[in-house]
């Protein structure tokens, strides 16, 4: 008895196998400024957000160059904390300590912005969000 698996006289058709994601979308600029939001949570690794959003990570690493760049804008934070700038900046100068001597500044065309070490990161940010704002 002789089985035959495969034919070679008849013609084969041609076969794809897709892994992955293999559909194309289409996202708003609202939101591709919202997943690229989530990346600059601290602690927050890019591909576990890509992961989340059914994305590669290549994709939204894009998405971030964009924003850099200005061509894709972040949505704006609901809860921003504005700070008086210059008031922190000379109760700096009046009274210089150790915290004070390891401040960073943070300069943003005419705004100064010192962070001094133990300082909350998200009014960090808030605060330079608001500054790139006003400038």
Do not use: Y
Request: glycine letters at 6%; aromatic letters at 4%.
């Amino acid at each position: 008895m002789t089985d035959t698996i495969c034919d070679t006289k008849l013609a084969c058709g041609r076969v794809e196998i897709r892994t992955g994601i293999g559909r194309r979308r289409r996202w708003t600029a609202q939101e591709k400024g919202r997943i690229v939001a989530e990346t600059l949570n601290a602690g927050v690794a890019v591909a576990e957000i890509a992961r989340r959003h059914d994305m590669s990570s290549q994709h939204l690493f894009n998405w971030i160059r964009a924003a850099k760049e200005g061509r894709l804008t972040l949505p704006a934070d609901e809860g921003a904390v504005f700070v008086p700038i210059v008031a922190a900046a000379t109760e700096l100068r009046k009274t210089p300590n150790v915290a004070a001597s390891t401040a960073i500044e943070i300069e943003i065309k005419d705004f100064v912005v010192r962070a001094v070490a133990g300082i909350d990161m998200r009014l960090l940010v808030d605060v330079l969000r608001a500054v790139k704002a006003a400038a």
